[in-house]
Protein backbone atom coordinates (compact mmCIF):
# COMPACT_ATOMS: atom_id res chain seq x y z
CA UNK A 1 0.00 0.00 0.00
CA UNK A 2 1.09 3.49 -0.51
CA UNK A 3 1.47 6.31 1.45
CA UNK A 4 -1.13 8.12 -0.20
CA UNK A 5 -3.26 5.06 0.01
CA UNK A 6 -2.45 4.62 3.71
CA UNK A 7 -3.26 8.62 4.05
CA UNK A 8 -6.44 8.37 2.83
CA UNK A 9 -7.32 5.33 4.99
CA UNK A 10 -6.75 7.82 7.81
CA UNK A 11 -8.48 10.27 6.26
CA UNK A 12 -11.46 8.12 6.47
CA UNK A 13 -11.11 6.40 9.70
CA UNK A 14 -10.35 9.92 11.14
CA UNK A 15 -13.82 11.38 9.52
CA UNK A 16 -15.71 8.49 10.81
CA UNK A 17 -13.95 8.12 14.41
CA UNK A 18 -12.26 11.60 15.16
CA UNK A 19 -8.06 12.05 15.56
CA UNK A 20 -8.26 10.11 18.41
CA UNK A 21 -7.24 6.93 16.26
CA UNK A 22 -3.94 5.35 16.82
CA UNK A 23 -1.51 4.39 14.44
CA UNK A 24 -2.35 0.83 15.17
CA UNK A 25 -6.15 1.25 13.87
CA UNK A 26 -4.99 3.07 11.01
CA UNK A 27 -2.44 -0.14 10.54
CA UNK A 28 -5.89 -2.36 10.66
CA UNK A 29 -7.95 -0.43 8.34
CA UNK A 30 -5.26 -0.21 5.74
CA UNK A 31 -4.61 -3.60 6.15
CA UNK A 32 -0.57 -3.22 6.66
CA UNK A 33 1.47 -3.60 10.01
CA UNK A 34 2.25 -0.68 11.91
CA UNK A 35 5.63 -0.83 11.62
CA UNK A 36 4.53 -0.28 7.92
CA UNK A 37 2.69 2.43 8.89
CA UNK A 38 5.51 4.09 10.94
CA UNK A 39 8.28 3.35 7.97
CA UNK A 40 5.86 5.83 6.25
CA UNK A 41 5.12 8.56 8.95
CA UNK A 42 7.91 7.75 11.65
CA UNK A 43 5.41 9.66 14.23
CA UNK A 44 1.83 10.19 14.86
CA UNK A 45 2.79 13.88 13.97
CA UNK A 46 4.32 13.06 10.73
CA UNK A 47 1.08 11.01 10.03
CA UNK A 48 -1.11 14.17 11.17
CA UNK A 49 0.89 16.49 8.75
CA UNK A 50 1.16 13.87 5.87
CA UNK A 51 -2.71 13.73 6.38
CA UNK A 52 -3.27 18.08 6.02
CA UNK A 53 -0.93 18.22 2.90
CA UNK A 54 -2.48 15.40 1.57
CA UNK A 55 -6.16 17.05 1.66
CA UNK A 56 -4.93 19.95 -0.16
CA UNK A 57 -3.94 17.36 -3.36
CA UNK A 58 -7.04 15.16 -2.62
CA UNK A 59 -9.68 18.18 -2.76
CA UNK A 60 -7.68 20.51 -5.51
CA UNK A 61 -7.49 23.44 -3.33
CA UNK A 62 -4.50 25.00 -4.72
CA UNK A 63 -5.50 24.41 -8.42
CA UNK A 64 -8.48 25.68 -7.59
CA UNK A 65 -7.41 28.94 -6.02
CA UNK A 66 -4.62 29.28 -8.49
CA UNK A 67 -7.25 29.13 -11.06
CA UNK A 68 -9.66 31.58 -9.13
CA UNK A 69 -6.45 33.94 -8.78
CA UNK A 70 -6.16 34.53 -12.33
CA UNK A 71 -9.46 36.37 -12.86
CA UNK A 72 -9.14 39.70 -13.83
CA UNK A 73 -12.51 41.65 -11.74
CA UNK A 74 -11.78 41.77 -8.45
CA UNK A 75 -15.46 40.85 -6.65
CA UNK A 76 -15.31 37.48 -8.86
CA UNK A 77 -11.87 36.69 -8.12
CA UNK A 78 -12.44 37.07 -4.37
CA UNK A 79 -15.77 35.46 -4.92
CA UNK A 80 -13.93 31.94 -7.07
CA UNK A 81 -11.76 32.27 -4.35
CA UNK A 82 -14.23 32.34 -1.59
CA UNK A 83 -16.17 29.12 -3.44
CA UNK A 84 -13.32 27.28 -3.72
CA UNK A 85 -12.36 27.39 0.30
CA UNK A 86 -15.53 26.56 1.09
CA UNK A 87 -15.84 23.38 -0.91
CA UNK A 88 -12.89 22.76 0.50
CA UNK A 89 -13.72 23.34 3.87
CA UNK A 90 -17.20 21.13 3.50
CA UNK A 91 -14.49 18.62 2.44
CA UNK A 92 -12.42 18.93 5.51
CA UNK A 93 -15.03 20.02 8.54
CA UNK A 94 -14.88 16.31 9.98
CA UNK A 95 -11.32 16.39 10.23
CA UNK A 96 -10.33 19.82 11.24
CA UNK A 97 -13.01 19.69 14.02
CA UNK A 98 -10.93 17.25 15.61
CA UNK A 99 -7.50 19.16 14.62
CA UNK A 100 -8.87 21.92 16.34
CA UNK A 101 -10.28 20.43 19.76
CA UNK A 102 -7.21 18.25 20.14
CA UNK A 103 -4.61 20.98 19.58
CA UNK A 104 -4.64 22.27 22.68
CA UNK A 105 -3.47 19.53 24.34
CA UNK A 106 -1.65 17.45 21.48
CA UNK A 107 1.31 18.96 20.02
CA UNK A 108 1.08 16.60 16.54
CA UNK A 109 -1.77 18.16 16.39
CA UNK A 110 -1.39 21.89 17.43
CA UNK A 111 1.54 22.00 14.69
CA UNK A 112 -0.46 19.36 11.85
CA UNK A 113 -2.96 23.00 12.09
CA UNK A 114 -0.77 25.28 12.90
CA UNK A 115 0.98 24.74 9.45
CA UNK A 116 -2.03 24.60 7.58
CA UNK A 117 -3.32 27.98 9.00
CA UNK A 118 0.18 29.41 7.79
CA UNK A 119 -0.98 28.17 4.77
CA UNK A 120 -4.03 29.46 3.92
CA UNK A 121 -3.27 33.17 5.52
CA UNK A 122 -0.32 32.99 3.12
CA UNK A 123 -2.90 32.55 0.30
CA UNK A 124 -5.33 34.82 1.25
CA UNK A 125 -2.84 37.95 1.61
CA UNK A 126 -1.99 37.21 -1.58
CA UNK A 127 -5.84 37.20 -2.68
CA UNK A 128 -6.30 40.42 -0.47
CA UNK A 129 -2.96 41.53 -2.38
CA UNK A 130 -4.02 41.18 -5.67
CA UNK A 131 -7.49 43.18 -4.96
CA UNK A 132 -5.57 46.16 -3.31
CA UNK A 133 -3.69 46.63 -6.13
CA UNK A 134 -6.45 46.46 -8.11
CA UNK A 135 -7.54 49.42 -5.41
CA UNK A 136 -10.69 47.47 -5.15
CA UNK A 137 -10.17 47.50 -1.25
CA UNK A 138 -12.67 49.63 0.70
CA UNK A 139 -11.42 52.60 1.94
CA UNK A 140 -10.21 51.89 5.94
CA UNK A 141 -8.72 48.21 5.19
CA UNK A 142 -5.08 47.72 5.30
CA UNK A 143 -3.92 44.49 3.72
CA UNK A 144 -2.96 43.18 6.88
CA UNK A 145 -6.84 44.24 8.50
CA UNK A 146 -8.24 42.62 5.15
CA UNK A 147 -5.93 39.75 5.56
CA UNK A 148 -7.18 38.85 9.44
CA UNK A 149 -10.16 39.64 8.88
CA UNK A 150 -10.61 37.15 6.08
CA UNK A 151 -8.86 34.43 7.69
CA UNK A 152 -11.30 34.75 10.40
CA UNK A 153 -14.16 35.11 8.67
CA UNK A 154 -13.85 31.99 6.10
CA UNK A 155 -12.81 29.79 9.00
CA UNK A 156 -13.68 26.51 9.02
CA UNK A 157 -14.89 27.17 12.71
CA UNK A 158 -17.72 29.69 11.33
CA UNK A 159 -18.54 27.33 8.42
CA UNK A 160 -18.99 24.73 11.45
CA UNK A 161 -21.28 26.70 13.33
CA UNK A 162 -23.72 27.69 10.60
CA UNK A 163 -23.38 24.03 8.66
CA UNK A 164 -23.95 22.34 12.26
CA UNK A 165 -24.52 23.96 15.04
CA UNK A 166 -27.40 25.59 12.70
CA UNK A 167 -28.30 23.39 10.50
CA UNK A 168 -27.50 26.09 7.19
CA UNK A 169 -27.32 23.89 3.76
CA UNK A 170 -23.73 23.91 2.63
CA UNK A 171 -24.52 25.98 -0.83
CA UNK A 172 -26.58 28.65 2.18
CA UNK A 173 -23.77 29.05 4.11
CA UNK A 174 -21.00 29.25 1.34
CA UNK A 175 -23.96 31.85 -0.98
CA UNK A 176 -24.05 34.14 2.94
CA UNK A 177 -20.14 33.98 3.95
CA UNK A 178 -19.56 35.07 0.24
CA UNK A 179 -21.79 38.27 0.20
CA UNK A 180 -20.69 39.33 3.17
CA UNK A 181 -17.73 39.35 2.87
CA UNK A 182 -17.61 41.10 -0.35
CA UNK A 183 -19.72 43.30 1.25
CA UNK A 184 -17.32 44.37 3.93
CA UNK A 185 -13.72 43.92 1.47
CA UNK A 186 -14.81 45.85 -1.15
CA UNK A 187 -15.42 48.75 -2.73
CA UNK A 188 -19.16 49.61 -4.23
Not at 27 to 49: D, E, P, T
Not at 115 to 132: F, G, P, Q
Not at 182 to 188: E, S, V
Request: proline share 1%; charged share 30%; hydrophobic share 45%.
Amino acid sequence: MTRNEILDVAWDLISEQGADVSMLDIAKAANVSRQSVYLHFKSRGGLLMGLVKRADDRFAIREEFFAAMKIASPDKRLDACLGAWFKFAKNIQPVANDLIRLRKTDADAAAAWEDRMTELRLWEKKLIDSLAADSALKEGWTVTSATDFLWASSSVQIWDLLTGDRGWSARKCSQVLRSTIANALLRD
